[in-house]
C-alpha cells in the first residue's frame, strides 16, 4: 500500500523557517515524481516546488523561489521541503504528493498518491 506522511507544520513568525517532511511507504521515491502542494482557505490548491526523478531537477513556483527548496532524502526514503523567509502569505495546509511515472509537473491531477496535509501558520 502507497503511503505518504507528512510533518513538521506549525506555528512560525514571518521571517522564521520550517522544514516539511514526507515519509513514504509502499513505493521507492526516487522511481517517481514527487511535488509538495499547498492550500490556503478559500484558495485552489498550488504546487509550490516538484522534482523530477528522472532529472534530478527541481523547480518552484515564482511566489516560493529562491525561500523555498525540494529535496529526497534516498536512504530513508522521504522528501522535505525547506521553508525559509516565510510569509503570512505562505499560511496554509501543504502536502506532498507523487505520480506513478519519473516526470513532475506543477498540475495536481496526475498526482494520485497525497498525504493527510500539514498546517503551515506564519504570523506576521
Known amino acids: 500500500e502507497v503511503q505518504l506522511v507528512e510533518s513538521g507544520g506549525g506555528l512560525v513568525q514571518a521571517g522564521g523557517s520550517l522544514k516539511l517532511s514526507c515519509a513514504a511507504s509502499?513505493?521507492?521515491?526516487?522511481?517517481?515524481?514527487i511535488a509538495w502542494f499547498r492550500q490556503a482557505p478559500g484558495k485552489e490548491r498550488e504546487a509550490v516546488a516538484w522534482m523530477s526523478s528522472d532529472d534530478g531537477i527541481t523547480h518552484c513556483a515564482d511566489s516560493v523561489k529562491g525561500r523555498f527548496t525540494i529535496s529526497i532524502d534516498n536512504a530513508n526514503n522521504t522528501a522535505f521541503l525547506q521553508m525559509n523567509n516565510l510569509e503570512p502569505e505562505d499560511t496554509a495546509l501543504y502536502y506532498c504528493?507523487?505520480?506513478?511515472?519519473?516526470?513532475?509537473?506543477?498540475?495536481?491531477?496526475?498526482?494520485?498518491?497525497w498525504g493527510q496535509g500539514t498546517l503551515v501558520n506564519v504570523s506576521s
Open positions: 504528493a507523487t505520480k506513478g511515472y519519473p516526470v513532475a509537473s506543477p498540475l495536481a491531477a496526475p498526482y494520485k498518491q
Open positions: 509502499g513505493f521507492i521515491f526516487n522511481e517517481y515524481a
